[in-house]
């Protein structure tokens, strides 16, 4: 497997374009991706029991898992907007469909933005004519602009691998920035493979790669209402249908994980007001449950993450919140390191010539926090960031 340029347009047989349509000032708001042929489809969305319109009508689409055009717009959620948000939403895909020639359920609707305001549907009309016409398999990067909000870089990446008689390919898009905590969050993932995989596999495939990177991810530890990860599979590399039991299954799954954890991290690092990335590992737990509520606990603590703000090695608060995490542990057992420097022993300090060469790690922008509990052999990873100053600006002016 090697990375290629672009993303998700990088894959035969997709087009993708993306412009302004109005929803946002002097931003582009309106993307499309469009596929050559009809094409499987997978999909996860977001658990949050508030679902935005586009979430609901991606929802019905699933059951019958085709799909050939994704069209999404930033700058407006048409989440909580009632029977015409719904309407709203049919609209998008019935006017897309109508453009490019092909079966409105095949027309698949993506929104993300301020959530209780009604869609400006005349903008989004004429955006729909216009972005029509500019589809290309160069569009990669506009559609991945076209769909950010508190964003400050767009993410994209795309992967080539050889299987037994063919190169195939995984390219992606997505969105997010805060809002984000694991079982999806204020977060946008859009991607393609020529692999000829049917819908039911795909779906697997895809709950599989999620739940090892967009559910292993927290910013701020809140969810959204319009979150999701679509996956199509347009089989433009011919040959047989991929299964799990054909000797090629391991590199697409492999691929395709790469490709989800690669944009999971990359929301991360992009994470509103963050200036850490934090990998966090809990080894030693009793199961991976156990190991994924040390984690989250962690991720998730508004006073731990001030604390990798401020480049304090406040190990402390980091035994305090485990303690909180309802996982049985064994205070008296648990070691800490900040990358390989030993900072915890069985629960209690190493002495402050110790702590003053951790402090130092901490003002690294990438830190590594490893928790070892000592109660079996499970493990798990987390992604998370700081919490700063500016995380607060953002989302005290942002009207969501």
Known sequence: MHVIE???????????????CGIKAKKSDL????????????????TNEVQAAPVQLCKTRLAKGKIQAIIANSGNANACTGKQGMADAQQMARLTA?????????????????????????????????????????GGHDAAEAILTTDTRPKQVAVQFQITD???????????SGMIRPQMATMLCFIATDAPIE?????????????????????????STNDMVLLLANA???????????????????ALDYVCLKMAKAIVRDGEGATKFIELNVQGAASEAQARKVAFAIADSPLVKTAFFGQQANWGRIMGVIGTAAAKIQPERIDIYVGKLKLVESGCSLGEEVESRAATLFKEKDIQLT????????????????????YIKINADYHS
């Open 6 to 20: 672009g993303g998700i347009s990088s894959v035969p047989g997709i087009q993708t374009a993306g412009i302004s």
């Open 31 to 46: 993307a499309l991706i469009y596929s050559e042929s009809e094409a499987q489809a997978a999909a996860v969305f977001t």
């Open 98 to 138: 109508r453009g490019l020639g092909i079966d409105e359920n095949l027309v698949w609707v993506a929104s993300t933005g301020i959530i209780g305001v009604p869609l400006p549907m005349p903008k989004i009309k004429t955006g729909i004519e216009q972005i029509i016409p500019k589809l290309s398999a160069a």
């Open 166 to 176: 063919r190169l195939l390919t995984i390219g992606a898009i997505a969105k997010g």
């Open 199 to 223: 819908s039911s596999i795909l779906q697997v495939a895809l709950k599989g790669a999620v739940h090892k990177s967009f559910n292993r991810i927290s910013v701020d530890g809140d969810t």
């Open 236 to 254: 433009k590399a011919g040959g047989e249908p991929l299964k799990p039991d054909s000797p090629d299954w391991t590199a697409f799954s492999a």
């Open 371 to 390: 928790i070892d509990l000592r109660l079996g052999t499970a493990t798990t990873q987390v992604w998370t960031t700081d919490l700063s100053y500016d």
